[in-house]
């Protein structure tokens, strides 16, 4: 008898820390994410809200489908290798919907950005001094710049 | 169906297993992509590299990266002599106009009077998260808001982040920035949204020179297993032990 009547004290900070473990779980189950902790220390579903961001460069796999005699033109020439986009820019929504044509390329300004002349570029690197070269004049007036001749 | 108290208690722990399986639901729409079938990384063949800039204008055009910072940017170095831990290092705006002529011819302009032998070796360094595998930024995150995907992709929730810019300082490589408009940590994701699909990343797509080469370390297929069995490797800084998988090939010891 006297012992419960001495408890009784321990048990009632007992019941308060048993209801303050409940709220703070009632809490916790309203305020961590659903999927936190599905693979780690992280929400698990922000995987696949970063991998369905937009894209907007296609991918040249996705050009040559449409652009075949482009692409068999470039297997003639030095820029085989050159990503179709590595020149024309980002045009995922040209592939889209091709009826939004990409904007005119300006070869005086993109064939230099890799063919300027810099002893800083590696030595087997083709390139020019686009004042002596050309003169401003458009490089494709020249060259053919899918097969880089 | 009787079921005594001790079958019962076996029961136990297998039903809080299955239980955890229904709560976590159907796993999200990848048809064709496992994540754990993956493990992601980049190759960098530096005497390859022009220092054109087409890396660093894709990467912001792909991700909407801000002006003046950076997911992936280039570095020109200029080494001259001995001094290796003081070589000449620089980025012009992340180098994403291309960097300034270095004259070829002796006597040329811009003050350049020696030949190119005397004025020392120029090499260009493109940069990116390393996607290390004991990353320092994940483990500094408060919040459990950057982390190791299970493909090996570091990435950032920016849902969740606070932006409180511990991994900024944790990055050893200077990778990582907080975003000026959203005011949460931004980094390079390795084109997750586009490696997923099947397709390389947008500075490895604008690449010309096949500088940089995204790579699968999981896919015995993959042709960087042949690559490292007959190249010189390095990864940057790896006395810092962060297990860091972007691989540069012909890496100069002046590379910081």
């Known amino acids: 008898m006297s012992l419960s009547k001495d408890a009784g004290h321990l048990l009632r900070f007992a019941y308060l820390f048993v209801i303050a473990f409940v709220v703070f779980l009632v809490i916790r189950h309203f305020v961590v994410p659903k999927t936190f902790g599905e693979y780690g220390h992280y929400r698990g579903s922000a995987i696949a809200e970063i991998a369905s961001r937009p894209m907007h460069f296609a991918g040249h796999e996705k050009c040559e489908t449409c652009h075949t005699d482009i692409a068999e033109a470039k297997k003639a020439g030095k820029h085989e290798h050159v990503s179709c986009e590595a020149c024309h820019g980002p045009l995922a929504q040209h592939a889209d919907d091709p009826s939004i044509q990409p904007a005119k390329i300006n070869t005086t300004v993109l064939c230099i950005r890799c063919h300027a002349e810099s002893a800083a570029k590696p030595g087997i690197f083709p390139q020019i001094d686009p004042v002596q070269h050309s003169g401003g004049v458009p490089c494709e007036t020249c060259h053919q710049p899918h097969n880089g001749l | 169906m009787n079921i005594d108290r001790r079958h019962f208690l076996v029961m136990l722990p297998a039903a809080a297993i299955a239980w955890k399986y229904v709560l976590a639901g159907t796993p999200e729409e990848s048809p064709n992509y496992t994540k754990t079938d993956h493990w992601w990384s980049m190759l960098i063949d530096i005497p390859k590299c022009i220092g054109c800039g087409n890396c660093v204008r894709a990467c912001a055009a792909e991700n909407d990266v801000p002006d003046g910072h950076f997911r992936t940017w280039v570095e020109r170095y200029h080494v001259t002599d001995w001094h290796l831990a003081n070589p000449e290092v620089i980025s012009p705006d992340g180098g994403k106009e291309g960097f300034p002529a270095v004259a070829k011819s002796a006597g040329g302009e811009e003050g350049f009077s020696a030949t190119p032998e005397d004025a020392g070796k120029y090499f260009f360094v493109p940069k990116l998260c390393n996607h290390c595998e004991d990353s320092p930024c994940t483990q500094v995150c408060p919040v459990g808001a950057t982390f190791i995907s299970p493909d090996g992709v570091v990435l950032v929730d920016q849902t969740y982040c606070l932006g409180c810019a511990y991994c900024v300082q944790a990055c050893p490589y200077g990778c990582r ?80």
């Open chain 2, 177 to 256: 920035y907080i975003h000026p408009t959203k005011q949460v940590a931004d980094k390079c994701t390795l084109c997750y949204h586009r490696i997923t699909k099947g397709l390389t990343t947008a500075c490895c797509e604008a690449c010309p020179t096949g500088a940089r080469q995204l790579v699968d370390l999981k896919d015995p297929n993959d042709p960087i297993h042949a690559y490292l069995k007959t190249h010189s490797v390095q990864v940057l800084k790896p006395q810092m032990a962060t297990g860091a998988k972007v691989f540069y090939n012909d890496m100069d010891g002046s590379v910081r």
